[in-house]
């Protein structure tokens, strides 16, 4: 049968001038998130990093990690409020490559929404170029893709990518930690961007509103619950890169909680115990445990528990970096010890965690109570 009138690409429900409007919104925002190695501008085809920086490097190991922000743009669209999700997607991103002790150098994002609202698309990417701006990142390229049918209309999600280097002699990981290594834990600054499944099942079975005040958090649950993701890079590679620090490992606690997270970057034979007795994890995991009656092995495995990152390294270093990260405005504290498996022994009524993710690494125990 043959159609009458025409369709057009904006009757499907694609909106060209719309996407150009995001565009024209955004460019301010890019605009601060740049490195003197950047070149063109915002709108090419592909963004371009003068890779001539490089050269005087000996042995450069690129690294690279991708990632996005899961169901805590949820939070973001109920609350209708998108200029920190960004950030999030930011420090989920860069912070994995600072693992291996990589500078993070340039990001692209991807944003799915079922319709392009300018000004909503120029709030997520408004929050990605702070984010960047955060970590010394440039924001070289990214994409809108207007999905209708696919997404609601007020419906997106959020993608990115990033590109770091490192030279290949001081690539951080478990061949460095040896027995005797002091476990240094770094604040979060809360939930972060993983657990969130678990969190808005929470919330919605205790029927909780997402305005409603909570004295134990000192403001309203949903501030709380967008509460962007620390970006931990900028202090990390100064500690790295200290002449009185000698970082041997780094872990970002995301999806998986410490005990998984740590255990993937120590050796095969060690074993870390941890003692949650060196820390009191923010009101918000208390809250959320006792409104769902969470086990608490369930939550250590989903959430982070008040602790972002953490670092292997030796006894004696753990003052400066405890000074360092503390001028950084990141609380930091020894949270346990790695030691050797065959000799340490696990205690046996405990729960050990032995690598993840396809990692054969080393073992890790979470003892005692919470301060």
Not at 47 to 76: C, E, H, N, Y
Not at 93 to 117: H, K, S
Not at 244 to 252: E, K, N, P, T
Request: hydrophobic share 45%.
């Amino acid at each position: 049968m043959t159609q009458q009138s025409p369709i057009t690409y904006a009757q499907a429900g694609v909106d060209v001038e719309a996407g150009d409007r995001a565009v024209d919104l955004m460019k301010e925002s890019v605009r601060r998130a740049t490195r003197p190695e950047v070149l063109g501008g915002l709108g090419g085809f592909a963004g371009m990093f003068d890779a001539s920086a490089l050269q005087g490097m000996r042995r450069p190991v690129l690294a690279t990690s991708t990632d996005g922000v899961g169901t805590k743009v949820a939070i973001a669209q109920a609350l209708d409020r998108h200029d920190t999700i960004g950030q999030d997607l930011v420090g989920m991103v860069v912070d994995d490559i600072v693992v291996c002790g990589a500078e993070p150098l340039f990001m692209t994002d991807y944003i799915a929404t079922g319709r392009v609202v300018p000004e909503r698309i120029a709030a997520i990417v408004a929050g990605i170029a702070k984010g960047c701006e955060l970590a010394g990142v440039a924001l070289v390229g990214g994409e809108t893709a207007e999905h209708p049918g696919l997404l609601d209309p007020d419906e997106y999600d959020v993608a990115g990518a990033a590109t770091g280097v490192v030279e290949h002699d001081a690539v951080l990981g478990p061949d460095r930690v040896v027995a005797g290594d002091a476990v240094l834990a770094f604040a979060s600054s809360g939930l972060h961007s993983n657990g969130y499944s678990l969190v808005r099942r929470v919330i919605a079975s205790a029927g909780w509103e997402l305005d409603r005040h909570v004295d134990e958090l000192g403001r309203a649950l949903g501030e709380e619950l967008l509460e962007p993701t620390r970006i931990y890079t900028r202090a990390l590679l100064d500690l790295v890169r200290s002449p009185d620090v000698d970082v041997h490992a780094l872990s970002h606690v995301t999806g998986g909680g410490l005990a998984a997270n740590l255990a993937r970057v120590l050796p095969t034979g060690t074993l870390a115990r941890v003692e949650r007795s060196t820390w009191t994890p923010p009101a918000i995991f208390s809250l959320l445990g006792s409104l769902g009656s969470v086990p608490q092995p369930d939550l250590e495995r989903t959430l982070n528990m008040g602790i972002g990152f953490v670092a292997a390294l030796p006894q004696g270093d753990v003052e400066a970096a405890i000074a360092r990260a503390g001028a950084a405005g990141i609380d930091a504290w020894v949270l346990g010890e790695v030691s050797d498996a065959a000799t340490a022994g696990a205690d046996s009524g405990t729960e050990t965690v032995q690598g993840a993710k396809g990692v054969d690494g080393g073992a890790v125990q979470v003892v005692g109570e919470y301060a």
